[in-house]
């Protein structure tokens, strides 16, 4: 490792561009379990309102972190719970405890796990409801349900949901869609829906063959074939970037070829690169941060500060990366996608009986991703259910990732979902 990289490490010069250490070292954020989940708190532990936030494919609870500060520094009384799925156990995160977490990752291996288990949305929203539960206190507190992208989708299932004999909405106060939902939310991306009676059944046999995790964006964004290639890679530019953002990028070189950027470049340069910049960047790991500069490193003159991206993405516990996403689990939420108790539904055993009777109070934000369709969906849910009032906002500048990092005085979902909080 360089030394003065490792200096940095030592001595605590860990951000670059704002004060978000000193103020994560100042503030009490527990991470704690609740049965085989985890949740991380931010914010008035003795709140009357906790907003509990659910996130997307491949995400996990400290990709919220920042949002959570905003929204509980904005939103007095309320607490924000991030919520880590079973599954994000499954990360080896021992190398990021280390010096030199590149060496350990790249070149002596990880551990990766042995747990073959199909985990589907009934485990997925039986767990919710655990926290959801928790976070109610017997009724004390008021409870929003919230998620991102398929955490949407989520939050909208467990809405829906049939908890023996109790609908889910009846835990709920409100329901925050970010960027995510049913209906066709996702339409406006172009990518098809595989969630017919027959598409089920050929995907569960397909799964009770192979691998029962993901690899999608791992082979999308060109960093490797196992399910938590994307993961790592991204985990390890963001380390490098928080701990010496302006010191020569330790793995620019080690990148596959056709993601190397075009000149030498810093550890802040590359993690710029990756998450804007780069030929091909994923529209799930995209946000609008600067540009690079002529010396390579990252100028920051977007919506999002870079700092606060490297300091979620860095970890590394609680992670804002789920590295091994079940298949059961896309399959599930595909399934959820009409949002009615369907032949496919019905097939997998999702207990969608409520659709119609939903009642709490909507907000819904849609960014640029997918052109619109993201709010056309969330009228739609609110015209066929018994929702008594939505919100709905969005700004089209942004990429899928912004609404969760963007500066609170530059990001419109801070702005307009703050008011919505207040007035339950």
């Known amino acids: 490792m360089n030394k003065k990289l490792l200096a ?14 000193a103020h994560a070292a100042s503030t009490a954020e ?17 709140a009357k309102k906790v907003v509990v936030l659910v996130s997307g494919w491949y995400g996990a609870a400290n990709g919220f972190r920042e949002l959570a500060r ?26 990021f405890r280390t010096e030199d977490p590149a060496t350990y990752y790249l070149d002596r291996g990880y551990k990766r796990p042995s747990e073959t288990k199909q985990i589907g949305l009934r485990q997925t ?16 507190r008021q409870v929003v349900l919230g998620g991102h992208s398929w955490g949407a989708t989520t939050a909208l299932a467990y809405a829906a949901w049939d908890f023996h004999g109790r609908p889910g909405y009846k835990d709920l106060d409100g329901l925050v869609l970010i960027d995510g939902g049913v209906h066709g939310a996702f339409a406006g991306e172009g990518g098809e829906i595989h969630n017919s009676p027959e598409e089920i059944k050929a995907r569960l046999a397909e799964l009770d063959k192979g691998e029962p995790f993901e690899s999608g964006l791992s082979l ?31 793995l620019a070189g080690r990148l596959p070829e056709k993601l190397r950027p075009p000149r030498p470049v810093t550890n ?17 790991l995209a946000v609008v941060s600067g540009r690079l500069g002529e010396d390579g490193d990252w100028i920051d003159d977007g919506m999002t500060p870079l700092n606060r991206v490297a300091e979620a993405m ?27 108790d369907t032949e496919s539904a019905k097939l997998l055993g999702l207990r969608l009986w409520h659709t119609r009777e939903v009642n709490v109070p909507l907000y819904a934000f849609e960014t640029g991703l997918d052109k619109g369709t993201q709010l056309t969906a969330a009228r739609w849910v609110v015209e066929h259910s018994r929702i008594p009032r939505a919100t709905y906002a969005g700004d089209k500048r942004m990429n899928h990732l912004d609404p969760l990092f963007a500066a609170p005085d530059r990001n419109e979902l801070t702005r307009t979902l703050v008011p919505f909080l207040r007035d339950l």
């Not at 940095?8 to 250490?21: D, P, Y």
């Not at 298949?327 to 939420?333: E, G, N, Q, T, V």
């Open 314 to 340: 860095a970890g590394p516990k609680p992670s804002t990366f789920e590295w091994y996403w079940p298949k059961r689990l896309s399959i599930d939420l595909d399934a959820v996608d009409p949002y009615a």
């Open 268 to 284: 802040a340069g590359l993690l710029g690169w990756l998450v804007q910049a780069a030929p091909g960047t994923s529209p799930a």
């Open 8 to 21: 940095a490490a030592v001595a605590g010069l860990l951000v670059f561009g704002g004060a978000s250490e």
């Open 125 to 140: 929203l039986d767990d919710l409801r655990d926290v959801v539960l928790k976070a109610s206190d017997h009724g004390r």
């Open 220 to 250: 999308g964004t060109g960093l490797g074939a196992k399910p938590e290639s994307a993961a790592i890679w991204y985990q390890l530019v963001a380390w490098y970037a928080h701990r010496a953002p302006h010191e020569p990028s330790v």
């Open 70 to 95: 905003d929204l509980a520094a904005g939103t007095p009384g309320t607490q924000v719970w991030a919520v880590d799925r079973r599954e994000a156990a499954l990360a080896d995160l021992t190398g």
């Open 30 to 46: 527990p991470y704690i379990s609740i049965d085989d989940t985890h949740v991380l708190k931010v914010g008035d532990p003795n």
